[in-house]
């Protein structure tokens, strides 16, 4: 976003000029001290940073990265208030500690600035209002990880704040096992077969995750590890970027995922680390694209955030409070159905 200083601006704070533009323009819930806290990662005036305090001049170019702001506000929790509101939830489980829940492809997880309304954590947050169940403590609804908007699949939802932070904790360890199924554009039988060795038969996918939760999870030899950095792309806001090596400061946050191809069509992936858009950018790195992920089917981006890809959430394992593994396996779910 980018607005030239006009005459009756001239003289005001920069800060006080940004936080009255945002506004304007959706982000209802941006503040000054969270600019203030914040400024250096998105504002520059005339190509160039300066202080919340500067003195804006006639004809002065601020620009104002809406993209990183979006980020930061989701990063941070006491950014917005969660309004409870009716809305249709899946639920595979539920309990006095968490809830497991089917989201739909298109539904956002939780509100962020220009979208307020009908996410999954204000329909979370009537579900539990209407039960008597909703601890005041707990922030977002419950929320301790995320999927994207277009993707569906298994969520998990703490209902106290002590299951919160405890299964966060889980996942800042990397002891939450995550796997997700994706329908992709290439054969990875012969993409990958240069780089890794694998199974090239067709696989079964419920016998792999019974196997795999059989055998506590662990990675064999038929799984493709690709380790990495991801960070935001320099080509387009939106996007995510993994590169094989760190560059530096700017070099990203290290990320971790296996591959299993099961056939010419689909993949199994699991990720070890929870980066934004770890699938989607790792593949776009092996030139694999999501079907009908618009935003990664080019370098630029260009066709926009979707509403539906072919990325669904089918297994995720953690411990309880007693310490107790407890997986839930959307397949097996469904297939009872």
């Known amino acids: 976003m980018e607005e030239i200083v006009s005459s009756d601006s001239i003289a005001k704070r920069a800060d006080l000029f940004v936080v009255n533009l945002l506004k304007q323009n959706g982000f209802e819930f941006v503040t000054r001290s969270f600019l203030q806290k914040n400024w250096e990662y998105f504002i520059h005036v005339n190509s160039m940073g300066v202080k919340p305090s500067y003195k804006l001049r006639g004809g002065d170019i601020v620009t104002i990265n809406t993209e990183i702001i979006n980020e930061k506000i989701n990063e941070d929790s006491n950014m917005f208030k969660i309004l409870p509101q009716k809305g249709e939830l899946k639920i595979i489980f539920e309990n006095d500690e968490y809830l497991i829940i089917n989201k739909k492809s298109g539904v956002v997880v939780h509100p962020g600035s220009g979208n307020t309304n009908n996410t999954l954590s204000n329909h979370i947050m009537y579900y539990l209002q209407q039960r008597k169940q909703l601890d005041p403590r707990i922030k ?3 929320i301790v990880h995320r999927l994207d908007k277009g993707v569906s699949g298994l969520i998990l939802f703490a209902k106290t ?29 012969s993409l990958l077969n240069k780089t890794f060795q694998f199974n090239k038969k067709d696989q079964d996918i419920m016998k792999i995750l019974v196997e795999q939760e059989h055998n506590g999870f662990k990675i064999d030899s038929n799984w493709i590890k690709i380790e990495g950095y991801i960070k935001r792309s320099n080509i387009n806001r939106m996007k995510m970027q993994f590169t094989p090596i760190s560059l530096g400061s700017n070099g990203g946050k290290y990320s971790c995922t296996y591959i299993l191809p099961l056939n010419k069509n689909e993949i199994l992936v699991r990720i070890e680390t929870g980066r934004m858009h770890q699938i989607r950018a790792t593949l776009e790195y092996l030139g694999v694209n999501i079907i009908n992920d618009s935003l990664y089917a080019t370098k630029k981006g260009k ?22 593994r407890v997986t839930y396996n959307l397949l097996k779910n469904e297939k009872k159905k």
Do not use: C, T, W
Not at 161 to 174: G, I, M, N, T, V
Not at 303 to 324: A, D, M, R, T
């Open 303 to 324: 066709g926009g955030v979707p509403e539906e890809i072919e990325l669904k959430s089918i297994l995720i394992s953690f411990l309880k409070q007693n310490e107790e």
């Open 161 to 189: 704040l002590e299951s919160q932070q405890y299964l966060q904790k889980q996942f800042a360890r990397h002891q939450v096992v995550k796997m997700y199924i994706a329908k992709i554009n290439k054969d990875p039988f």
């Open 140 to 142: 977002r609804a419950g």
